[in-house]
């Protein structure tokens, strides 16, 4: 089981999105995004939706599913890097950083 599994059960509480980085701030946690995102779904349904899974693709992505229906999607190709680090999650039992 993923670190990242910590996620499933939490609700989206807020999200931000600007040129080159995102942040989503979940009940256990905050995600700061630094690669590529992708938003499938309506993103205004993001907000209160319950994480339902979280897995890494094969294809090098981390996805996160919402109750919504909706996913994020974010990139790990290392053409997307715009930083040192693709994201950092934030739990309140620890720190994920992805390189």
Same mark, same amino acid.
């Given at each position: 089981?993923? #670190?990242?599994?910590?996620? +499933?059960?939490? /609700?989206?509480?807020?999200?931000? +999105?600007?040129?080159? $980085?995102?942040? %989503? /701030? %979940? @009940?256990? !946690?905050?995600?700061?995004?630094? $690669?590529?995102?992708?938003?499938?779904? &309506?993103?205004?349904?993001?907000?209160?939706?319950?994480? #339902?899974?979280?897995?890494? #693709?094969?294809? !090098? $992505?981390?996805? +996160?599913?919402?109750?919504?229906? @909706?996913?994020?999607?974010?990139?790990?190709? =290392? $053409?997307?890097?715009?930083? =040192? &680090?693709? %994201?950092?999650?934030? %739990?309140? #039992? !620890?720190?994920?950083?992805?390189?």
């Amino acid at each position: 089981m993923s #670190t990242m599994s910590e996620l +499933i059960g939490s /609700q989206l509480l807020a999200y931000e +999105i600007e040129a080159g $980085n995102a942040g %989503f /701030q %979940f @009940s256990v !946690g905050s995600l700061s995004v630094y $690669n590529l995102i992708d938003i499938l779904g &309506e993103l205004e349904s993001l907000v209160g939706s319950k994480v #339902t899974s979280v897995i890494f #693709t094969k294809e !090098g $992505n981390l996805e +996160i599913e919402f109750s919504s229906n @909706s996913r994020l999607i974010v990139s790990l190709n =290392p $053409n997307h890097y715009t930083s =040192p &680090e693709a %994201f950092c999650m934030r %739990f309140k #039992t !620890g720190v994920v950083v992805v390189e």
